[in-house]
């Protein structure tokens, strides 16, 4: 693999399961995101990850939980998933949490919570 | 609070030029960026500005007003791959990036 990878690219979800949304990048980024994008609003951020074994909370949080076990993974998970949350996920990372350094995204995964 | 605005949609013709506005107001400023993002697809970075200026790179130009809260970028001799949707991003403070809602950009033949 090359860059940003997500998975499942695309989900149908009942009400109230589990879900987890899977992203590896071989990039060797310290700082990765996860962002929800939104007819008619602008990314907004969940939670992110600026170095492996750290995690912060984002705009959004409520809802979601992530865990940054290593420098190439971080997955988002939905404990118990509601309509509300149906929405396009973008995982993205980069060399630093500050600076100049840009985004590298992944395709997204579209999420639809019945 | 923290703000980011731009148009919601412009249109522009085949050949033509193309100024996409953004203002901001945000807690602190750690540089501006530019992304575009087609339809179903992830964004991808077009520019970076962290001090007053116009940086240029082909056919796209990016500006930058620190004291005016404000950033345009330029697309040059538009053609139709350029239609798309136009994403301004600021980092705060806090270095955390406030995304606009985007510019969608319609190209005409």
């Known amino acids: 693999i090359a860059g940003i990878t997500q998975a499942p690219t695309s989900q149908i979800l009942a009400a109230g399961r589990r879900m987890t949304l899977r992203c590896t990048q071989d990039m060797r980024h310290n700082a990765m995101y996860w962002y929800r994008q939104d007819l008619g609003l602008g990314l907004r951020l969940i939670h992110y990850?600026?170095?492996?074994?750290?995690?912060g909370k984002g705009e959004v949080p409520d809802g979601y939980s992530v865990s940054r076990a290593n420098t190439d993974d971080f997955p988002l998970t939905l404990a118990s998933a509601v309509p509300s949350q149906t929405s396009v996920y973008f995982c993205?990372?980069?060399?630093?949490?500050?600076?100049?350094?840009?985004?590298?995204f992944g395709e997204g995964s579209r999420l639809t919570v019945l | 609070g923290q703000n980011i605005d731009q148009p919601t949609e412009m249109t522009a013709t085949e050949g033509a030029i193309v100024q996409i506005n953004c203002t901001y107001q945000?807690?602190?400023?750690?540089?501006l960026f530019w992304y575009q993002q087609h339809a179903g697809e992830a964004p991808t970075f077009l520019s970076y500005n962290v001090l007053d200026g116009l940086e240029e790179k082909g056919r796209f130009s990016s500006f930058l007003s620190r004291s005016k809260g404000y950033s345009y970028l330029l697309l040059k001799e538009l053609q139709m791959k350029d239609s798309a949707s136009y994403l301004c991003?600021?980092?705060?403070?806090?270095?955390?990036?406030?995304w606009g809602a985007g510019t969608k950009l319609i190209i005409k033949p």
């Open positions: 945000t807690s602190g400023f750690n540089g």
């Open positions: 990850s600026n170095t492996a074994g750290t995690t």
């Open positions: 991003a600021v980092r705060d403070s806090n270095y955390q990036l406030i």
């Open positions: 993205a990372s980069s060399d630093s949490a500050s600076g100049g350094g840009e985004l590298f």
